[in-house]
Each structure stands twice: as structure tokens, then as C-alpha cells.
């Protein structure tokens, strides 16, 4: 039976208003669904050269974005985070079937490579806007910045956000897709079933939207940024890019 690895697109505040009416807004919502497909697209390569060549007759090495669309993550969860006042990034799904993946190690590789794609495009995204790459001027306030470049900085967040949370070993995220083919077949069936993720999903809601989880998520984010070379004042200068283009903020 085909598994489907489920790519969740949530974002750092769930509970700001989007601001539909900025061209910035819908820049970056294209720039999201292409994220997200270059996203299943990795689970569907890494899938594809660990034995399951049914995916490439199953469209599962498609560029195109309705090939990703799930009615849960693509739909459902958008319209929810709508409803509450939030940002209705869409999610994707890659159908693959796990029972043709030659080894454990192969299906763990598969479920990481999502997250790996986001971190991947995060690097590049970031680099653009790097401050000593000269594309931006490092003294400049966020709001000073041209659209493409705020639109650049905010994806690079989006995409670096999206990898950490998609890590956690919760079902349906990579991070746990990462960990069940060790578990054993019962308790991994258990997990799986439709009721299992959706209390997931609801048990991520909660700590992502905690002032103590958003804080510490906060702070992964910025020490990655610093790793880079990033110092402080960018990296403030970044998420001000972040909350200007997808909810219009103006700090």
C-alpha cells in the first residue's frame, strides 16, 4: 500500500493577519508553493533511486504544483489557519511506495530530503541577501529595501522555518517519516492512521503558537542566519523583511 510522506507549510506566526492586498504577499505565496514542490520533488528523486521506479510513471517527478495538491495540507489546513487569522500557506504530499525502497536507511534518506531541499534554497535565498554580498545595503532598514530583495529575505526565513518544524518527530512530518521505519510495524501503523496525525497536527498548532516554543524557534532560526555570517542587526533586519512582506508589518 502506498505511504504518503505528508510536507505540513506552516509558518512563524500563525495567528498575524496576511496582508492580500500587498503584491509582496502574493510574491511570496508563489515563491512558498515553489518551494514546496522543489520540496516533494527531493522525496520523489531520493524515492526513485532507492527502488520505487513506480513514482516516475506516477507523475512523482513532476515540476508541476497540482501533482503535490492533498485535500488536508493543500486545502483543509490553509483554510483553518485562514479562519483563525493566519496565513494560508499550502502544504504537498509525495505518494510513495515504501515497500519497494530497498533499505531502511534509503526510506529515512527519502524522508529527510524534503527538509534538506528546504535547506538547501534557504542557503541560496539567503546568500542573496547576504550582507557582504553587495546586493543589499547592510545599513539599511528593512522598510528601505527594494520588493525583490524583502520578497528574497522573507522566503529564505519561510524556507528555513519550514525545514525545522518539518524535523520534528511527529506524525505526519518528515522528521518522524524519518524515524518509523525503525519502529516496529504496529506501533508505526498506530501512529500513521489518519486520527493519530491529525491530533499531531493539533498538538504542533499548540506548541508553534506558545510564546515559549515561538521564542525558542525564534532563536534557532537567528542562529542559523549567524552561522552563516550574519551578524544580529541582519538578522533583525531579515525577519522585519519577513513580517513587512507577508503581513505588512512595519517595525
Known sequence: MPFALVSVALVPSVLAAADFGSPLFWAAFIGWVLSVVLHEFAHGAVAYWGGDYTIRERGGLSLNPLQYVDPLNSLILPAVFLALGGVPLPGGVTYVRRDLIRTRAWQSAMSLAGPAMNGLIFLALAAAVHPKMGW?????????????????????????????????????????????????????LKLTMPPANIISLVILYVLVTSPGVKRQLYDVTGKAFELIGYDAQAVIRVRAAFAQTLFGQVP
Not at 522573507?154 to 518509523?180: K, Q, R, V, W
Open 136 to 188: 543589499v545595503d547592510p545599513t539599511a532598514p528593512a522598510r528601505d529595501w527594494l520588493p525583490a530583495q524583502r520578497v528574497v529575505a522573507a522566503l529564505a526565513f519561510l524556507n528555513l522555518y519550514g525545514a525545522i518544524l518539518n524535523l520534528i518527530p511527529l506524525p505526519p512530518l518528515d522528521g518522524f517519516n524519518a524515524i518509523s521505519p525503525y519502529l516496529d510495524r504496529q506501533t508505526r
